[in-house]
Structures are given as C-alpha cells and as structure tokens.
C-alpha cells in the first residue's frame, strides 16, 4: 500500500463524511478554532506593532519577544498549559495565540518601521494628524509585509492546531493522533492530507486578500 | 511677511544648528537660504512650519507668532515640498496632488479638478493623472510634489532642496518652470539649496548660512555677487562670479554693426568688408544667420553654406544678459558675437573687445549702485 492507496481508501470511506468523527465536523472544528487563534493574535500583535514601529521605538524588546516566541518548544507549552489549566478548548488556545503573536507584531513593527520616511515627512509638513499618517500613509505601504505576517502566523497555527488535538481540541489533528494509536495510517495519512490541503487554502486566501488590499501603486505590477 | 527673529535651535544632542538667527523674509519673492551641508538650512526652514521647535526667539507670519493657531492649521496654510517629493506610492498622482484639499474638507470631484488644473499649472500632462508614483521619472514625481504643496493655494511654499535629486537638465527645466509658476502666483517662497547658481538664478533673496547658523550675508543675488561681505561668502560664491554675474546686466546696450551682415545673394560689390572687421557673416534670404566667410572666400551669387563657419549661439539684445553675449563671442571662431531679434533675423554683430568694454562700465556703475544702496 502507497501513501495514494492510503488518501484514496481514506476519502472513499463514506462513513467518514458523517457524526462527530466525520471529515466536515473535523474540518469545521479547525478552521473555527484557528481562525479564532488567529483573530485573537492579530487583535494583539497588530496595534503593538503599528504603535510601535510608527514611533520607531521599542525594537529591542520586540525582537526579543520574537526569538523568545521561537524558541518556545510547542509541544512542551501545550503540556505545560494543560497541566497548569487542565484539558479544553480554552487551555488548547493558549499556544496556538502564543506562537501566532510574535510572526505577526514583529513583521508588522518591521513594516511600518520600514516604511520610506520621506512620504511621512512631507505628510506631517501638511499638517495630516499622526493617527491618520499611521493609517493613511504608512499602512497601506506596509500592508503586503503585514500580510506576509499574518499569513505565517496563520500557517502555523493550522499545523500548530493539529497537536493541540492532544488536549481535546479536535479538529484534524484527532485524525493522525487518533490513526496512530489505532495504527490506522489510512487514517493519519488522510489526516495530514487535510491539513495539507487546509494550509494551502489559507495561502490562497491571504494572496487574495493582498491582491484586493494592497494598492498597485504599492504592488508595482502595472 | 515672514520675520525670524533672534531664533536658536539646539538640538537634545546639544548641536547648536542655528544661532540667534533674524530674517525677515519678503511677500511674493523667492527667498533662497544657501550654505554648506550641516549649515542649519533645514533646521531653519522646518522651524517655519514648526516641523522643528526653536529652543530660543520667536517667528512671526503677518505679525502673527506662528505659535499662536494649532499646528495643523499653520502646516496646511504653507505647501511643503521636499528632496524626494514624499509622494504617497499607494495613491494615484491626482490623488495625491488632491491630499491637502481632501484634507481641508473638499469634496473629492472639487479636489480631483483642482488636482488636473495643478497638474497642468506645473507642467505634467493629464494623461498622467492615474498613474502611481513609480511610474513617474524623478522630475515628474517632483512636479507633483511641488503642485501637490500648491493644491490648497497656500500663500507660502516651503521647499527643501526640491530640485537637487534631478540630474542639471531636468533640474534647469524645473527651476524655469518655478519661475514661470511664481510670476502667475506669487506666492512668499522659502527655498532651501546648497548649490550657489540655483540660489542666485531662483532667488529675491539670498541668505548665505554658514556653519552652526549663522548668517553670513543677506542679499538680493546682483549685491552677493558685486559685494561679498566676507571670505567665506566670497569662496562660497566659487572662482567664477565675476561672470555668473554677467546674468545680471543687460545686453540691450552694447552698439552693433551692421555692415558685416551680407545676403546670401549680395552683389559683388558688398562682399568687402570694414578694415576692422575680417569676417563677413552670411544671412539667407529671410535674414536668418548662416554662418561666416572670409571676404577673400566669398563670391558673389555663389556662396556655399556649408563652407561657412559656424556662427556659435545668437543672442537677443533686450532679453539676454551680456554674460549670454560674451558666451557668444566667446565660442564664435571669428571672436564676435551675432545679434538677432525675437525672429531669429540677424540685427547685426558685436565684437569681444565692444563685450568688454560693456562690461567694464557694468561692473563700475553696479559698484557705484550697491555702495549707494547701503
Ligand atoms: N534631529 C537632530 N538631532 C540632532 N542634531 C541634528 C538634528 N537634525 C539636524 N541636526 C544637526 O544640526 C545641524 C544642521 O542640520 P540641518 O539639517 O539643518 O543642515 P542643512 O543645512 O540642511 O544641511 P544639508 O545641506 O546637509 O541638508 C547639523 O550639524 C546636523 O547634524
Ligand atoms: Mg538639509
């Protein structure tokens, strides 16, 4: 048997595409629970990271924050959150929120840290109040990095969301945890076949977000 | 009127950039502030739309302290034009010369054809209108930036060395086109530049500024020329202001001979020339100059035009400064300068040595002016 004969055997079991343990409730579970870590990631990181790159302060401290959130083991977080708050959905949020955060407010510091001076300059000599120089004339250049951020952000999360299936999370993570325990690799491999497929959704989605988000005049592509 | 008065800036480093700095800057003139790099210019041109806060002395628009309305305000009534033009990447070209009238609470159609009116004012053709930024060559973008500081119609512009990323031709264009621009609007212009031909070309007014803002001189550019106050407004000036300010005298004086001006179909008879003058110049039949010959050369009813030699540049008496008319001369093979009107007719020729002559009574009479002046 091949990884295909496997994929195929998963999908053409029909059983599967019903009840609690069926592919659409599996599927659903995760897009709610990653889009949630994601809203949840972006509603911190994104303002920290406008804020403080639009006042070009506080880098130190961010990077540090971001190798901190990098070289966070995974894995040992999540056992660390449940032992500490026990199983659930809440606890199950916590590394998803917590690996999200970083990608997302140091690339946004970058980006609009990043952002060609001069047009700011001429900006303030217009006299444009600084809340709107951040929204109006720095954000929709720094956008397409922003973007890049979330969408790691977002990547991650979909792969991260899958072992917090450990903690009773489901979602499709129940799939390949559940496969291997059973040694059902039609099972895992279908899983990570979902996964795969949900990770290559989410690049889509965020291409197209930047393709009707950012300006052509940023894009250059005319 | 803009009056700086007795204004220090220093900055949290403790750089003094500018020292008890008093200015009084002219309505409806260019007033170029020129000096070395680091010599406070920018300093000072951001403390008139508070970009910059003095540490010490006060600035006053209309006898007005500047500090007295909200700064947004004070910012909106002055265009600011900048090295790079700032433009905004994600906008379109009206729309970012729409900026400031947008922001001033103008509907967006008023504010787009106040932009394609600007667009044209400042020489950029509509077609651009929709264009982004980088799609623009650098003297474009800085078109707009200077019709994006104008769109509000702001009696002041400050400009910081707008011109100075362009390369000399484009740069020459824009400077005309700001001169041309400043005769139909007259606005009280502040214009910032370390290069000492543009401040004299563009300005009313020149302050010189020397390192640590302190002003050297302040002058219309005839007087910086005629009369540097010091060594280093003399060296600043360069090795050659005797003839940059040649621009400043008119050409419309110098007496012109006529008798060397020969047609292309003249008789035999008129193919001699005066003593004094070895080179005949050749017109054609409308009195356009072809070139010269020498009367040895010439035969009559058959003159080659292209065994002439070149004339050089023409200049036009009453328009052009003597410093043209010696360029002319200068360059012409035969040491005389050709004459011609508005229609590019021949109206006769002058020599080097009349030039000179000329010039020698600019320089002494000018002298006599700019003592009187003081
Ligand atoms: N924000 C700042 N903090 C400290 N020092 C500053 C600051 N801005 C300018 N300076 C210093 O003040 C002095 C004057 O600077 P300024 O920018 O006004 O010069 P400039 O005449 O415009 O020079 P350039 O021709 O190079 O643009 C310089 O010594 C500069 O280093
Ligand atoms: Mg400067």
Redesign the interface.
């Given at each position: 048997m091949n990884v295909l004969d496997y994929i195929s055997h998963f999908f053409g079991d029909g059983a599967l595409w019903h009840g609690y343990d069926g592919i659409p409730t599996r599927l659903g579970e995760h897009v709610v629970y990653s889009l949630e870590a994601l809203v949840l990631a972006a509603v911190i990181g994104l303002p920290v990271g406008l804020v403080t790159g639009h006042f070009g302060r506080g880098g130190n401290t961010l990077a540090l924050i971001a190798t901190g959130g990098r070289a966070l083991p995974t894995f040992g977080l999540l056992v660390l959150v449940v032992t500490w708050f026990g199983f659930g959905t809440g606890p199950a949020m916590v590394p998803l929120v917590v690996l999200a955060v970083p990608p997302i407010l140091v690339t946004t510091y970058e980006a609009v840290r990043s952002v060609d001076p001069s047009p700011v300059d001429a900006a303030r000599g217009m006299g444009i109040h600084e809340s709107r120089i951040l929204f109006r004339v720095e954000l929709p250049v720094a956008l397409p990095l922003i973007l890049s951020g979330l969408r790691s952000a977002a990547i991650q999360i979909v792969s991260t969301a899958t072992i917090a299936a450990y903690t009773g999370l489901g979602g499709l993570g129940r799939y390949i945890i559940d496969g291997l325990s059973q040694k059902n690799y039609e099972k895992v491999v279908g899983g990570a076949t979902l996964v795969a497929g949900m990770a290559l959704v989410t690049l889509l989605f965020f291409w197209a977000v930047s393709r009707f988000t950012v300006s052509p005049g940023v894009r250059r592509s005319e | 009127m803009i009056r700086i008065d007795q204004v220090t800036k220093r900055y949290a480093d403790g750089t003094v950039a500018v020292d008890r700095l008093s200015l009084d800057i002219p309505d409806r003139a260019i007033t170029v502030l020129v000096g070395p790099s680091g010599c406070g210019k920018t300093t000072t041109l951001r403390m008139i739309?508070r970009?910059v806060e003095p540490s010490e002395g006060t600035i006053l628009l209309d006898g007005a302290d500047i500090r007295d309305q909200p700064?947004?305000?004070?910012?909106?009534s002055?265009g600011?034009v900048?090295?790079?033009?700032?433009?905004?990447?994600?906008?379109?070209i009206l729309d970012n010369i729409a900026?400031?009238p947008r922001?001033l609470g103008w509907s967006k159609p008023k504010a787009r054809e106040r932009a394609a009116e600007l667009m044209g004012r400042v020489g950029l053709d509509t077609a651009l209108a929709k264009r982004?930024?980088?799609?623009l060559s650098g003297g474009q973008q800085q078109r707009v930036?200077v019709a994006?500081a104008l769109a509000a119609d702001p009696p002041v512009l400050?400009m910081d060395e707008p011109f100075s990323a362009v390369d000399p031709i484009v740069r020459k264009g824009l400077q005309d086109e700001l001169l041309r621009i400043q005769d139909e609007l007259g606005k009280t212009i502040v214009f910032v530049t370390h290069d000492i031909d543009e401040a004299i070309k563009l300005g009313t007014m020149v302050a010189v500024l020397r390192t640590g803002g302190h002003l050297a001189q302040y002058a219309p550019p005839a007087e910086l020329l005629t009369a540097p106050a010091d060594a280093f407004v003399e060296d600043f000036l360069g090795a050659d202001r005797g003839i940059r300010r040649l621009s400043f005298f008119p050409s419309a004086g110098l007496e012109l001979r006529t008798e060397p001006v020969v047609a292309m179909d003249a008789p035999a008879a008129r193919l001699t020339a005066p003593a004094d003058v070895p080179y005949l110049l050749v017109v054609d039949t409308d009195g356009r100059p072809l070139g010269w010959g020498a009367p040895d050369d010439l035969t009559a009813g058959a003159i080659d035009p292209a065994r002439l030699l070149n004339h050089g540049r023409p200049f036009t008496p009453g328009r052009d400064s003597l410093r043209t008319a010696l360029d002319g001369a200068v360059l012409s093979p035969t040491g005389w300068a050709v004459a011609v009107d508005d229609e590019g007719r021949a109206t006769g020729v002058v020599s080097q040595q009349v030039i000179g002559e000329a010039i020698r009574t600019a320089h002494a009479a000018g002298r006599e002016d700019v003592t009187a002046a003081r």
């Amino acid at each position: 048997m091949n990884v295909l004969d496997y994929i195929s055997h998963f999908f053409g079991d029909g059983a599967l595409w019903h009840g609690y343990d069926g592919i659409p409730t599996r599927l659903g579970e995760h897009v709610v629970y990653s889009l949630e870590a994601l809203v949840l990631a972006a509603v911190i990181g994104l303002p920290v990271g406008l804020v403080t790159g639009h006042f070009g302060r506080g880098g130190n401290t961010l990077a540090l924050i971001a190798t901190g959130g990098r070289a966070l083991p995974t894995f040992g977080l999540l056992v660390l959150v449940v032992t500490w708050f026990g199983f659930g959905t809440g606890p199950a949020m916590v590394p998803l929120v917590v690996l999200a955060v970083p990608p997302i407010l140091v690339t946004t510091y970058e980006a609009v840290r990043s952002v060609d001076p001069s047009p700011v300059d001429a900006a303030r000599g217009m006299g444009i109040h600084e809340s709107r120089i951040l929204f109006r004339v720095e954000l929709p250049v720094a956008l397409p990095l922003i973007l890049s951020g979330l969408r790691s952000a977002a990547i991650q999360i979909v792969s991260t969301a899958t072992i917090a299936a450990y903690t009773g999370l489901g979602g499709l993570g129940r799939y390949i945890i559940d496969g291997l325990s059973q040694k059902n690799y039609e099972k895992v491999v279908g899983g990570a076949t979902l996964v795969a497929g949900m990770a290559l959704v989410t690049l889509l989605f965020f291409w197209a977000v930047s393709r009707f988000t950012v300006s052509p005049g940023v894009r250059r592509s005319e | 009127m803009i009056r700086i008065d007795q204004v220090t800036k220093r900055y949290a480093d403790g750089t003094v950039a500018v020292d008890r700095l008093s200015l009084d800057i002219p309505d409806r003139a260019i007033t170029v502030l020129v000096g070395p790099s680091g010599c406070g210019k920018t300093t000072t041109l951001r403390m008139i739309n508070r970009m910059v806060e003095p540490s010490e002395g006060t600035i006053l628009l209309d006898g007005a302290d500047i500090r007295d309305q909200p700064v947004n305000t004070l910012r909106r009534s002055m265009g600011y034009v900048i090295q790079n033009a700032g433009l905004f990447q994600h906008r379109t070209i009206l729309d970012n010369i729409a900026t400031v009238p947008r922001l001033l609470g103008w509907s967006k159609p008023k504010a787009r054809e106040r932009a394609a009116e600007l667009m044209g004012r400042v020489g950029l053709d509509t077609a651009l209108a929709k264009r982004y930024p980088y799609q623009l060559s650098g003297g474009q973008q800085q078109r707009v930036g200077v019709a994006r500081a104008l769109a509000a119609d702001p009696p002041v512009l400050l400009m910081d060395e707008p011109f100075s990323a362009v390369d000399p031709i484009v740069r020459k264009g824009l400077q005309d086109e700001l001169l041309r621009i400043q005769d139909e609007l007259g606005k009280t212009i502040v214009f910032v530049t370390h290069d000492i031909d543009e401040a004299i070309k563009l300005g009313t007014m020149v302050a010189v500024l020397r390192t640590g803002g302190h002003l050297a001189q302040y002058a219309p550019p005839a007087e910086l020329l005629t009369a540097p106050a010091d060594a280093f407004v003399e060296d600043f000036l360069g090795a050659d202001r005797g003839i940059r300010r040649l621009s400043f005298f008119p050409s419309a004086g110098l007496e012109l001979r006529t008798e060397p001006v020969v047609a292309m179909d003249a008789p035999a008879a008129r193919l001699t020339a005066p003593a004094d003058v070895p080179y005949l110049l050749v017109v054609d039949t409308d009195g356009r100059p072809l070139g010269w010959g020498a009367p040895d050369d010439l035969t009559a009813g058959a003159i080659d035009p292209a065994r002439l030699l070149n004339h050089g540049r023409p200049f036009t008496p009453g328009r052009d400064s003597l410093r043209t008319a010696l360029d002319g001369a200068v360059l012409s093979p035969t040491g005389w300068a050709v004459a011609v009107d508005d229609e590019g007719r021949a109206t006769g020729v002058v020599s080097q040595q009349v030039i000179g002559e000329a010039i020698r009574t600019a320089h002494a009479a000018g002298r006599e002016d700019v003592t009187a002046a003081r």
